[in-house]
């Protein structure tokens, strides 16, 4: 049977709905307390919900940014199309196993009806290290935000411990910004394939690979590497785009805080202050979905990120219950839009 786009689309598209349906079903609470969670969000979840439209259209303009600089002049994509794919994509992301496996491939392939395969696979994945870049420097400025709260008389707390996990994630940044700076300067396709080669039972894959696409693996090592070195404005555009999307992220659980009447006192000076408290939540959510994003749907990881940082926040076990079923409510309801809009029909140059 051969392989088509079409298959591997559908393929794609039923491994989110049984995602999904899975997602429904794990949910550590029963559908009691679940429906409870609901209506004690309310009106609520209008705006959480909502958040999330802003949110994916700021990382479909850093895509766009992207885009721009790979595409040729006779290849166009609208920004509808790539909000639509980019919502989509973290669809399949955040609901299929080791996220990223899923929403990546799936671009590729729907992008390559706009554009070549090698340009497809380049914008893709520099999009992907952007996505993953903008988190480091959100956990980088994260860490002297909560210094500067600290600083500034919260009541925030710092001791050795917290000290010395502030350190080692600096120390993790700092690393990470290293590894990043070789990728960009020099690319990383042929490389990373090259490492998969060295897992047991993959070695003859990789070489195979290797040799059948050598020459489009390289053409996107080199676009990889001139996007920062040629065209630096649409580099940092992207970058600061994708970091203002992480920053957003505090707007959620925000809203959810507010319903327990956590505002800070009130007034711009009050609501700010607890703006600047839920970035902290989703800085450390983030981190530990992120360091164990191989789970399947990450499961209990984002539960239990929403438990360490209202802890470390001095927030109550409810809060933290509340926030962690609420935000897993929401990743449902785009998940299944996302999977929805992957049959919306494309209309493009190729069909």
């Given at each position: 049977?051969?392989?088509?786009?079409?298959?591997?689309?559908?393929?794609?598209?039923?491994?989110?709905?049984?995602?999904?349906?899975?997602?429904?079903?794990?949910?550590?609470?029963?559908?009691?307390?679940?429906?409870?969670?609901?209506?004690?969000?309310?009106?609520?979840?209008?705006?959480?919900?909502?958040?999330?439209?802003?949110?994916?259209?700021?990382?479909?303009?850093?895509?766009?940014?992207?885009?721009?600089h790979n595409l040729e002049?006779?290849?166009?994509?609208?920004?509808?199309?790539?909000?639509?794919?980019?919502?989509?994509?973290?669809?399949?992301?955040?609901?299929?196993?080791?996220?990223?496996?899923?929403?990546?491939?799936?671009?590729?392939?729907?992008?390559?009806?706009?554009?070549?395969?090698?340009?497809?696979?380049?914008?893709?994945?520099?999009?992907?290290?952007?996505?993953?870049?903008?988190?480091?420097?959100?956990?980088?400025?994260?860490?002297?935000?909560?210094?500067?709260?600290?600083?500034?008389?919260?009541?925030?707390?710092?001791?050795?411990?917290?000290?010395?996990?502030?350190?080692?994630?600096?120390?993790?940044?700092?690393?990470?910004?290293?590894?990043?700076?070789?990728?960009?300067?020099?690319?990383?396709?042929?490389?990373?394939?090259?490492?998969?080669?060295?897992?047991?039972?993959?070695?003859?894959?990789?070489?195979?690979?290797?040799?059948?696409?050598?020459?489009?693996?390289?053409?996107?090592?080199?676009?990889?590497?001139?996007?920062?070195?040629?065209?630096?404005?649409?580099?940092?555009?992207?970058?600061?785009?994708?970091?203002?999307?992480?920053?957003?992220?505090?707007?959620?659980?925000m809203f959810m805080l507010?319903?327990?009447?956590?505002?800070?006192?009130?007034?711009?000076?009050?609501?700010?202050?607890?703006?600047?408290?839920?970035?902290?939540?989703?800085?450390?959510?983030?981190?530990?979905?992120?360091?164990?994003?191989?789970?399947?749907?990450?499961?209990?990881?984002?539960?239990?990120?929403?438990?360490?940082?209202a802890n470390a926040l001095?927030?109550?076990?409810?809060?933290?219950?509340?926030?962690?079923?609420?935000?897993?409510?929401?990743?449902?309801?785009?998940?299944?839009?996302?999977?929805?809009?992957?049959?919306?029909?494309?209309?493009?140059?190729?069909?």
């Open positions: 049977m051969k392989i088509t786009k079409q298959r591997i689309n559908d393929f794609l598209f039923l491994l989110g709905i049984v995602a999904v349906i899975i997602m429904i079903f794990t949910f550590d609470v029963d559908f009691r307390e679940l429906w409870r969670m609901i209506l004690k969000a309310g009106y609520w979840m209008i705006p959480i919900l909502a958040v999330w439209i802003l949110i994916y259209f700021v990382n479909a303009l850093a895509w766009r940014e992207i885009l721009k002049p006779d290849e166009h994509v609208s920004l509808w199309r790539i909000f639509r794919l980019t919502i989509s994509g973290y669809a399949l992301n955040n609901t299929t196993p080791m996220g990223g496996l899923g929403g990546e491939p799936y671009r590729i392939i729907e992008l390559t009806k706009d554009t070549s395969k090698a340009h497809a696979t380049s914008s893709v994945i520099l999009y992907s290290m952007m996505h993953i870049y903008s988190h480091f420097w959100f956990w980088f400025t994260s860490i002297f935000l909560y210094i500067g709260l600290v600083l500034a008389g919260d009541h925030l707390p710092m001791n050795w411990g917290i000290g010395i996990a502030l350190v080692l994630l600096t120390l993790f940044c700092i690393v990470g910004f290293y590894f990043f700076s070789i990728g960009y300067r020099r690319g990383l396709t042929v490389k990373v394939i090259g490492w998969i080669g060295k897992i047991p039972g993959l070695k003859k894959w990789s070489r195979n690979f290797l040799e059948r696409h050598m020459d489009t693996l390289k053409k996107v090592d080199l676009q990889i590497a001139a996007l920062h070195s040629q065209n630096s404005r649409a580099f940092y555009r992207s970058l600061l785009l994708e970091y203002v999307a992480r920053l957003m992220l505090g707007f959620e659980v507010i319903l327990f009447g956590k505002d800070e006192g009130g007034g711009f000076s009050g609501y700010t202050l607890l703006f600047l408290h839920c970035v902290l939540v989703e800085a450390i959510t983030s981190w530990c979905a992120n360091i164990i994003g191989f789970l399947p749907l990450q499961l209990g990881v984002q539960e239990f990120g929403y438990a360490v940082s001095g927030l109550t076990g409810e809060i933290g219950i509340f926030v962690s079923i609420i935000a897993r409510v929401r990743q449902i309801i785009w998940g299944a839009i996302g999977v929805a809009l992957m049959k919306v029909r494309y209309k493009g140059k190729y069909e």
